[in-house]
């Protein structure tokens, strides 16, 4: 199946955070653990989706001291089937917003549901880590706990997956107003072979517009140059 899914990079009033806990951070070998997703509309919390998930195998020490999740918290929950089937039922057609999710919690998640249960997640999603670039250039650090100690957001919990997601989606929130506000002169430039927002990149020629959607879109675009 043709995979649709972009990387965009604006502000929406309806969207679904989410996070997931995992044994490990490589993705194709390790496991979801937990996941967690929180549907917003009209930028108000609505529902909230949780779960722990029974990788079937054992969770490492590692995994155990970053999240707090052991053998025994796993031991009745569902499979991983089961989990993704009510995730994908719960988000539906949505557009997902989460932290670092470009390079780790897609690939989970869509890695999960190919081989579990043979399909495709299509939904467009949103990378605050990318926002929190963009809007807050200044920070010398981009975890979740940065910008959410930046906002004088509560970072009790984190590294759960519910937690997490309760304090992302207070962050893309905040986020969001400061990017309104750096858009209201500076349109949107889409990318012309898939349709995505583009980027400023620097590269061995100097700044260019590249794809946001980079590395599965290649797109690229030049700088007009203000002439004198």
């Given at each position: 199946?043709?995979?649709?899914?972009?990387?965009?990079?604006?502000?929406?009033?309806?969207?679904?955070?989410?996070?997931?806990?995992?044994?490990?951070?490589?993705?194709?070998?390790?496991?979801?653990?937990?996941?967690?997703?929180?549907?917003?509309?009209?930028?108000?919390?609505?529902?909230?989706?949780?779960?722990?998930?029974?990788?079937?195998?054992?969770?490492?020490?590692?995994?155990?001291?970053?999240?707090?999740?052991?053998?025994?918290?796993?031991?009745?929950?569902?499979?991983?089937?089961?989990?993704?089937?009510?995730?994908?039922?719960?988000?539906g057609?949505?557009?997902?917003?989460?932290?670092?999710?470009?390079?780790?919690?897609m690939?989970?998640?869509?890695?999960?549901?190919?081989?579990?249960?043979?399909?495709?997640?299509?939904?467009?999603?949103?990378?605050?880590?990318?926002?929190?670039?963009?809007?807050?250039?200044?920070?010398?650090?981009?975890?979740?706990?940065?910008?959410?100690?930046?906002?004088?957001?509560?970072?009790?919990?984190?590294?759960?997956?519910?937690?997490?997601?309760?304090?992302?989606?207070?962050?893309?929130?905040?986020?969001?107003?400061?990017?309104?506000?750096?858009?209201?002169?500076?349109?949107?430039?889409?990318?012309?072979?898939?349709?995505?927002?583009?980027?400023?990149r620097?590269?061995?020629?100097?700044?260019?517009?590249?794809?946001?959607?980079?590395?599965?879109?290649?797109?690229?675009?030049?700088?007009?140059?203000?002439?004198?």
């Open positions: 199946m043709e995979n649709k899914r972009r990387r965009l990079n604006r502000y929406v009033a309806d969207y679904v955070v989410f996070d997931l806990e995992t044994t490990g951070i490589h993705r194709d070998l390790d496991e979801i653990i937990e996941i967690s997703a929180i549907r917003v509309r009209n930028h108000q919390i609505d529902q909230e989706y949780s779960t722990l998930v029974n990788p079937g195998r054992h969770i490492p020490a590692g995994a155990t001291a970053v999240n707090g999740i052991t053998d025994q918290m796993v031991k009745e929950a569902p499979d991983l089937e089961q989990a993704l089937n009510g995730f994908l039922d719960f988000i057609d949505d557009i997902l917003v989460g932290h670092n999710i470009h390079t780790f919690d690939h989970f998640i869509c890695n999960g549901a190919r081989n579990a249960l043979e399909k495709e997640i299509e939904n467009d999603y949103i990378d605050t880590l990318y926002m929190a670039r963009e809007c807050l250039p200044k920070l010398s650090h981009y975890k979740l706990t940065d910008i959410s100690e930046y906002f004088q957001i509560s970072t009790e919990g984190a590294h759960r997956a519910l937690n997490d997601c309760v304090m992302n989606q207070k962050c893309y929130e905040e986020l969001g107003k400061i990017m309104q506000k750096m858009k209201k002169d500076r349109p949107d430039i889409l990318c012309p072979k898939c349709g995505s927002e583009m980027v400023k620097r590269g061995t020629y100097g700044e260019f517009y590249g794809c946001s959607n980079y590395p599965r879109c290649r797109g690229t675009r030049k700088l007009e140059r203000k002439t004198i």
